[in-house]
C-alpha cells in the first residue's frame, strides 16, 4: 500500500467514524433525553470516538513524515496553522452560543450535542496532530532507548485510548493511574529538545511565536470544553477521559519547555551558527580537493572562511605555487606594505618572510600592531610537503581582538588548505603520469601497426614471424617486401632506446625501407643509403641496428649487408648444420657521413630448398635467467640445429619453449623478435 | 645497476664503469663524459674490467661522444673489456672506431706513442 493510498484511506476513515460517533452520539442523547428504555450502551460512540481518533493519528503520521523533517519552522508552521483553522472554527461556535445565548431553542441538547460533536472533531484533529509534530522533534537525533522510551508512551496513549472505552469516571482508581503513567512518561520525554539548537536566531523567535500560539490554542480548547461540560448533559465528556486529559497535558508541558529552551538558547544561537558556518567552511576547503580546483580557489575559500572565523576586518594571503601570488581582502598593496613595515614582533617577522622553523611553537602568533588603523595582527605560516611556502595575516581594528580559541580554528583551516594544496599537487602529478601512460599506448599501438600483417607464404618462401614488446615501447623492426617476380628484400632492425621516440625512428625506418626497396639497390648501397637517410632524423646518441637481406628465389641466394644488427644463422637441410651469417658492418648512425660506407660490407651466400634463415633481435640473446646468465648465441644456434629440419611454424614453437624454459619463471623484460624463414627450392 | 669512478693517473683520466650499464644506468656515464669534456680531458682511459652487461643506451654514451672526440682531439683508450661485452662492440662495429686494447698499462702507454 502506498502512502498517498493510506493518507486518503485514512482520511476516509476518520471522516466516516467521526459521523459515525456523532451521529451515534445524537442518537445516545435523544434516547437518554426521552428516557426511551432501548439499547442504552454508549458502545458505539465510544467505539466511533476511538477509531477516529486512531484515523486521524494514522492519517498525521504518514502526513507529516512525507515533510522535510529537518525544517523545524516548517513542522512548527504546520501545529499553527492547523491550529489557527480549528480554533477559528471553534470560535465560531463558542460565538454562535454567545448570540444567542438564553434563547431555549439553541440551548437545546440537540443543538449542544451537535456542536459538541463538531467541536471534537476539531480539537482530535488539533490535539493529534500537534502530538505528531511534537513526536518528530523529540524523536530528532533519536537513540535507540529514546525511540523504546516513545514507544512505551505511544502504546501507553493507545491502552488509555481503549480503556476509556468502558467510561470511567474522574476518582477511578484506574483514572488516576492512567493519568500518572501518562504524566511521568512525558516528563521523561519533554526534555528531548535537540532540534532546538538547529534554529538560527530568527528561527528561534518564530518557534517560540508558534510553540506560544499552540499553548493558547490549546488553552481556548480546554475552556471551551469545560464550558459544554458545565451544561451537564452531554451523554459523553471528554474532560471525563484519561486520553484527552492526558493529551492535552503532555502537549502542553512539551509546549512550555520547548517555549523557556529556546528562549533560554536565544543568546547562543550565534554562536552555534558561527560553529556551523566553520564547519561548512572547512569543509568547502576540503572540498577543493575531489572537484579538482585550482589553487586560486582553495586561497579564496581560506582566507573567506578565516577571516569570517576571526572577525577579523583585513587579511592578506601570500603564498609560493610556483610564483608568488597575493590575495588581499580590504587592503591595499600599498598598505600592506605599511603594515608589513610596522610588525616588530619576531615570530610573525619569521613568519611573513617565510624564515619560519617549523618546530617552533609560538606561544602568540596574534600580537598588538602599531597602526592606524589595525589595532591587532595574527599571522600564521601555510605549509606544504614540511615547506613554508606561505602564510596568511588577520588584522583586526579592535586592539586584543583575537583569542586563543580563534587561532586554533585559524590553524585549523590553514592545515586543511596546506592537505588540499599537496593533493592538489599530487593530483598534477598523477595527471601528468596519466597522460604519460596514454602516450605510451598511442606509441605502442604505433608501433605494433608499424609491422606488417601478413608475411609471405609461397612457392619460394614460408616466413614465420614472433615479436613481442616488452612493458615500455620498444623498437623492434621487420618487414619483408617482393622487389620483383624472383627477388625478395627483407629487413630485421632494432632501434637503441625505448619509448615514444624508438616508436617514431621505427616509423622512420619503415618510411626509409619501403622507398629504398623499390630502387632495387643492392644490400651494400641500401645500408649506405640508409645510413645517409636515417643520419639527419636520429637523436644525437640513438642508432639502429640492422641486416638487409636480397632473397633472390631464382639463383637461390642470399645477398646481405649487417649494419651492426646480430649475425643471422642458416640452417643447412642437407648438411644438417648452422652457419653463422657474420660479416663486418656498422650500426646505422653511429657514423653520420661518407666514412660510414667503407664499414659496409656485402656477401652472398647460396642455399638449396629446405634451407631456413633464422633473423632475431637481441632481446633473445640477451635474455637473462634467475642467475643472471644470458641466453645466448649458442643456446639458440643449439636450438636451431635440433629443429631446423622441422616446418618454420614448429621451429619459431621450438625455439620459444626452450628460450621460456631457459628463463624458468622470469619473462623476458626487453622486446624481442624472431623471423624464421623457410627457403625452398622451386623451378619455374 | 652501476657504478661510475674517475681517478687521474698523471694527467690521463680513468673512468671506471662497474656493473651494468642500461637505460638509466647510462645517465652516469654520460655525466662522466660530459665533465671530462668540460674540465678539457685530452686522455682519456676507460676501465672496463669489471663491466658485466651494457645496453645499447649505454653503447649510445659511447657512439654520441665520437664526434666530439674527434673535433676537439681527445684521445679514448678502452681496456679491459670481458668477452661478452667485446662481442656486443663488435657486433655493432664499435670496435673499429674505438680503441681497445687489453690491459690497463697498454692503455696508458697507448699515449705515449
Same mark, same amino acid.
Given at each position: 500500500m502506498s502512502d498517498k493510498l493510506k493518507i486518503r484511506l485514512s482520511f476516509l476513515g476518520g471522516l466516516i467514524f467521526w459521523l459515525l460517533f456523532a451521529g451515534s452520539n445524537v442518537y445516545l442523547m435523544l434516547v437518554k433525553g426521552y428516557e &426511551?428504555? $432501548? /439499547? #442504552?450502551? /454508549?458502545f458505539l460512540p465510544q467505539l466511533s470516538f476511538t477509531l477516529f481518533t486512531l484515523s486521524t493519528f494514522i492519517h498525521y503520521r504518514y502526513i507529516i513524515t512525507k515533510a522535510? %523533517?529537518?525544517?523545524f519552522s516548517d513542522l512548527l508552521w504546520k501545529v499553527f496553522i492547523t491550529g489557527l483553522v480549528t480554533t477559528l472554527l471553534s470560535l465560531g461556535i463558542q460565538g454562535f452560543f454567545v448570540l444567542f445565548e438564553g434563547r431555549s431553542a439553541v440551548e437545546s441538547p440537540l443543538i449542544i450535542h451537535f456542536f459538541y460533536n463538531i467541536l471534537v472533531g476539531l480539537i482530535v484533529i488539533f490535539a493529534v496532530s500537534t502530538f505528531v509534530v511534537w513526536k518528530r522533534l523529540i524523536l530528532y537525533q533519536k537513540s535507540k532507548n529514546l525511540l523504546q522510551l516513545w514507544r512505551f508512551f505511544e502504546l501507553a496513549f493507545g491502552v488509555i485510548l481503549i480503556v476509556d472505552f468502558f467510561g470511567f469516571k474522574p476518582g477511578d482508581a484506574y483514572f488516576s493511574v492512567g493519568l500518572v503513567v501518562l504524566v511521568l512518561f512525558s516528563l521523561v520525554l $519533554? @526534555?528531548?529538545?535537540?532540534? *532546538?539548537? #538547529?534554529?538560527?536566531f530568527k528561527q528561534k523567535w518564530k518557534g517560540i511565536l508558534f510553540i506560544l500560539l499552540s499553548g493558547i490554542y490549546l488553552y481556548h480548547f480546554l475552556r471551551i470544553l469545560n464550558w459544554f461540560s458545565g %451544561?451537564?448533559?452531554? *451523554?459523553? /465528556? &471528554?474532560? !471525563?477521559?484519561v486520553f484527552i486529559l492526558g493529551l492535552f497535558g503532555f502537549l502542553f508541558v512539551y509546549a512550555i519547555i520547548s517555549i523557556l529552551v529556546t528562549l533560554f538558547n536565544l543568546p547562543t544561537s550565534s554562536v552555534f551558527e558561527q560553529k556551523l558556518k566553520e564547519a561548512v567552511d572547512f569543509q568547502k576547503l576540503s572540498q577543493t580537493i575531489p572537484r579538482g580546483e585550482t589553487n586560486e580557489q582553495t586561497y579564496e575559500i581560506l582566507i573567506e572562511s578565516a577571516m569570517s572565523a576571526v572577525f577579523a576586518d583585513a587579511a592578506w594571503l601570500e603564498i609560493n605555487d610556483g610564483e608568488m601570488q597575493t590575495v588581499t581582502r580590504n587592503l591595499s598593496a600599498a598598505e600592506v606594505d605599511t603594515i608589513k613595515s610596522k610588525i616588530d614582533n619576531q615570530v610573525i617577522q619569521d613568519i611573513i618572510t617565510l624564515t @619560519?622553523?617549523? +618546530?617552533a611553537n609560538p606561544t602568540r602568533l596574534n600580537v598588538p600592531l602599531k597602526h592606524t588603523t589595525y589595532k591587532t595582527i595574527m599571522a600564521l605560516p601555510i605549509w606544504v610537503q614540511d615547506q613554508q611556502v606561505g602564510f596568511i595575516v588577520l588584522l583586526n !581594528? *579592535?586592539? !586584543?581582538? @583575537?583569542n586563543r580559541e580563534m587561532v586554533s580554528i585559524v590553524t585549523t583551516f590553514v592545515n586543511q588548505a596546506s592537505t588540499s594544496l599537496e593533493n592538489l599537487v599530487l593530483i598534477k602529478e598523477s595527471l601528468a603520469n596519466e597522460r604519460y601512460k596514454e602516450q605510451l599506448s598511442i606509441a605502442k599501438t604505433v608501433q605494433k601497426s608499424l609491422l606488417p600483417t601478413e608475411v609471405f607464404n609461397n612457392e619460394a618462401l614460408t616466413v614465420e614471424a614472433l615479436s613481442v614488446a616488452a612493458d615500455e615501447v620498444g623498437g623492434d623492426y621487420y618487414d619483408i617486401l617482393a622487389i620483383d617476380q624472383d627477388q625478395y628484400g627483407l629487413i630485421i632492425g632494432d632501434v637503441s632506446g625505448k619509448g615514444t621516440s624508438a616508436a617514431f625512428q621505427m616509423a622512420q625506418m619503415k618510411g626509409v625501407f619501403h622507398s629504398l626497396v623499390r630502387e632495387k639497390l643492392s644490400p651494400k648501397v641500401f645500408i649506405q643509403k640508409t645510413n645517409q637517410a636515417l643520419s639527419q632524423c636520429l637523436d644525437k646518441s640513438a642508432f639502429i641496428t640492422a641486416t638487409y637481406f636480397e632473397i633472390d628465389t631464382q639463383a637461390q641466394t642470399l645477398s646481405f649487408s649487417r649494419a651492426g644488427h646480430c649475425p643471422g644463422l642458416l640452417y643447412s637441410a642437407k648438411k644438417k648444420e648452422v652457419s653463422l651469417l657474420e660479416e663486418e658492418g656498422m650500426g646505422l +648512425?653511429?657514423?653520420?657521413?661518407? %666514412? #660510414? /660506407?667503407?664499414y659496409v660490407v656485402e656477401s652472398t651466400v647460396p642455399y638449396s630448398g629446405g634451407d631456413v634463415l633464422l633473423l632475431y633481435t637481441d632481446g633473445i640473446t640477451e635474455a637473462k635467467n634467475e642467475t643472471g646468465e644470458q641466453f645466448g648465441e649458442e643456446r639458440l644456434k643449439q636450438s636451431f640445429l635440433e629443429n +631446423?629440419?622441422?616446418?618454420p611454424n614448429l621451429i619459431k614453437k621450438a625455439i620459444k619453449e626452450a628460450l621460456k624454459g631457459f628463463m624458468g619463471s622470469l619473462t623476458i623484460d626487453d622486446d624481442y623478435t624472431l623471423l624464421v624463414i623457410q627457403l625452398k627450392s622451386h623451378v619455374k | 645497476m652501476s657504478n661510475i669512478k674517475t681517478e687521474n693517473i698523471e694527467g690521463i683520466l680513468m673512468i671506471s664503469v662497474i656493473g651494468e650499464v642500461d637505460a638509466s644506468s647510462s645517465i652516469h656515464l654520460d655525466n662522466a663524459f660530459k665533465e671530462a669534456m668540460e674540465s678539457g680531458q685530452k686522455k682519456i682511459v676507460t676501465n =672496463?674490467?669489471? =663491466?658485466?652487461y651494457i645496453s645499447s643506451a649505454g653503447l649510445g654514451v659511447f657512439i654520441s661522444y665520437l664526434d666530439e672526440f674527434s673535433s676537439k682531439e681527445v684521445q679514448l683508450v678502452l681496456f679491459g673489456i670481458k668477452a661478452p661485452v667485446r662481442q656486443v662492440f663488435d657486433i655493432l662495429g664499435l670496435g673499429k672506431l674505438l680503441k681497445i686494447v687489453e690491459t690497463k698499462e697498454e692503455a696508458l702507454q697507448s699515449f705515449n706513442e
Amino acid at each position: 500500500m502506498s502512502d498517498k493510498l493510506k493518507i486518503r484511506l485514512s482520511f476516509l476513515g476518520g471522516l466516516i467514524f467521526w459521523l459515525l460517533f456523532a451521529g451515534s452520539n445524537v442518537y445516545l442523547m435523544l434516547v437518554k433525553g426521552y428516557e &426511551m428504555k $432501548v /439499547d #442504552y450502551s /454508549d458502545f458505539l460512540p465510544q467505539l466511533s470516538f476511538t477509531l477516529f481518533t486512531l484515523s486521524t493519528f494514522i492519517h498525521y503520521r504518514y502526513i507529516i513524515t512525507k515533510a522535510d %523533517t529537518l525544517n523545524f519552522s516548517d513542522l512548527l508552521w504546520k501545529v499553527f496553522i492547523t491550529g489557527l483553522v480549528t480554533t477559528l472554527l471553534s470560535l465560531g461556535i463558542q460565538g454562535f452560543f454567545v448570540l444567542f445565548e438564553g434563547r431555549s431553542a439553541v440551548e437545546s441538547p440537540l443543538i449542544i450535542h451537535f456542536f459538541y460533536n463538531i467541536l471534537v472533531g476539531l480539537i482530535v484533529i488539533f490535539a493529534v496532530s500537534t502530538f505528531v509534530v511534537w513526536k518528530r522533534l523529540i524523536l530528532y537525533q533519536k537513540s535507540k532507548n529514546l525511540l523504546q522510551l516513545w514507544r512505551f508512551f505511544e502504546l501507553a496513549f493507545g491502552v488509555i485510548l481503549i480503556v476509556d472505552f468502558f467510561g470511567f469516571k474522574p476518582g477511578d482508581a484506574y483514572f488516576s493511574v492512567g493519568l500518572v503513567v501518562l504524566v511521568l512518561f512525558s516528563l521523561v520525554l $519533554v @526534555f528531548n529538545l535537540k532540534w *532546538v539548537a #538547529y534554529l538560527n536566531f530568527k528561527q528561534k523567535w518564530k518557534g517560540i511565536l508558534f510553540i506560544l500560539l499552540s499553548g493558547i490554542y490549546l488553552y481556548h480548547f480546554l475552556r471551551i470544553l469545560n464550558w459544554f461540560s458545565g %451544561t451537564n448533559i452531554l *451523554v459523553i /465528556d &471528554m474532560l !471525563e477521559r484519561v486520553f484527552i486529559l492526558g493529551l492535552f497535558g503532555f502537549l502542553f508541558v512539551y509546549a512550555i519547555i520547548s517555549i523557556l529552551v529556546t528562549l533560554f538558547n536565544l543568546p547562543t544561537s550565534s554562536v552555534f551558527e558561527q560553529k556551523l558556518k566553520e564547519a561548512v567552511d572547512f569543509q568547502k576547503l576540503s572540498q577543493t580537493i575531489p572537484r579538482g580546483e585550482t589553487n586560486e580557489q582553495t586561497y579564496e575559500i581560506l582566507i573567506e572562511s578565516a577571516m569570517s572565523a576571526v572577525f577579523a576586518d583585513a587579511a592578506w594571503l601570500e603564498i609560493n605555487d610556483g610564483e608568488m601570488q597575493t590575495v588581499t581582502r580590504n587592503l591595499s598593496a600599498a598598505e600592506v606594505d605599511t603594515i608589513k613595515s610596522k610588525i616588530d614582533n619576531q615570530v610573525i617577522q619569521d613568519i611573513i618572510t617565510l624564515t @619560519f622553523q617549523k +618546530g617552533a611553537n609560538p606561544t602568540r602568533l596574534n600580537v598588538p600592531l602599531k597602526h592606524t588603523t589595525y589595532k591587532t595582527i595574527m599571522a600564521l605560516p601555510i605549509w606544504v610537503q614540511d615547506q613554508q611556502v606561505g602564510f596568511i595575516v588577520l588584522l583586526n !581594528e *579592535v586592539a !586584543e581582538a @583575537f583569542n586563543r580559541e580563534m587561532v586554533s580554528i585559524v590553524t585549523t583551516f590553514v592545515n586543511q588548505a596546506s592537505t588540499s594544496l599537496e593533493n592538489l599537487v599530487l593530483i598534477k602529478e598523477s595527471l601528468a603520469n596519466e597522460r604519460y601512460k596514454e602516450q605510451l599506448s598511442i606509441a605502442k599501438t604505433v608501433q605494433k601497426s608499424l609491422l606488417p600483417t601478413e608475411v609471405f607464404n609461397n612457392e619460394a618462401l614460408t616466413v614465420e614471424a614472433l615479436s613481442v614488446a616488452a612493458d615500455e615501447v620498444g623498437g623492434d623492426y621487420y618487414d619483408i617486401l617482393a622487389i620483383d617476380q624472383d627477388q625478395y628484400g627483407l629487413i630485421i632492425g632494432d632501434v637503441s632506446g625505448k619509448g615514444t621516440s624508438a616508436a617514431f625512428q621505427m616509423a622512420q625506418m619503415k618510411g626509409v625501407f619501403h622507398s629504398l626497396v623499390r630502387e632495387k639497390l643492392s644490400p651494400k648501397v641500401f645500408i649506405q643509403k640508409t645510413n645517409q637517410a636515417l643520419s639527419q632524423c636520429l637523436d644525437k646518441s640513438a642508432f639502429i641496428t640492422a641486416t638487409y637481406f636480397e632473397i633472390d628465389t631464382q639463383a637461390q641466394t642470399l645477398s646481405f649487408s649487417r649494419a651492426g644488427h646480430c649475425p643471422g644463422l642458416l640452417y643447412s637441410a642437407k648438411k644438417k648444420e648452422v652457419s653463422l651469417l657474420e660479416e663486418e658492418g656498422m650500426g646505422l +648512425g653511429i657514423l653520420r657521413n661518407s %666514412t #660510414y /660506407d667503407k664499414y659496409v660490407v656485402e656477401s652472398t651466400v647460396p642455399y638449396s630448398g629446405g634451407d631456413v634463415l633464422l633473423l632475431y633481435t637481441d632481446g633473445i640473446t640477451e635474455a637473462k635467467n634467475e642467475t643472471g646468465e644470458q641466453f645466448g648465441e649458442e643456446r639458440l644456434k643449439q636450438s636451431f640445429l635440433e629443429n +631446423g629440419a622441422q616446418p618454420p611454424n614448429l621451429i619459431k614453437k621450438a625455439i620459444k619453449e626452450a628460450l621460456k624454459g631457459f628463463m624458468g619463471s622470469l619473462t623476458i623484460d626487453d622486446d624481442y623478435t624472431l623471423l624464421v624463414i623457410q627457403l625452398k627450392s622451386h623451378v619455374k | 645497476m652501476s657504478n661510475i669512478k674517475t681517478e687521474n693517473i698523471e694527467g690521463i683520466l680513468m673512468i671506471s664503469v662497474i656493473g651494468e650499464v642500461d637505460a638509466s644506468s647510462s645517465i652516469h656515464l654520460d655525466n662522466a663524459f660530459k665533465e671530462a669534456m668540460e674540465s678539457g680531458q685530452k686522455k682519456i682511459v676507460t676501465n =672496463l674490467t669489471e =663491466l658485466d652487461y651494457i645496453s645499447s643506451a649505454g653503447l649510445g654514451v659511447f657512439i654520441s661522444y665520437l664526434d666530439e672526440f674527434s673535433s676537439k682531439e681527445v684521445q679514448l683508450v678502452l681496456f679491459g673489456i670481458k668477452a661478452p661485452v667485446r662481442q656486443v662492440f663488435d657486433i655493432l662495429g664499435l670496435g673499429k672506431l674505438l680503441k681497445i686494447v687489453e690491459t690497463k698499462e697498454e692503455a696508458l702507454q697507448s699515449f705515449n706513442e
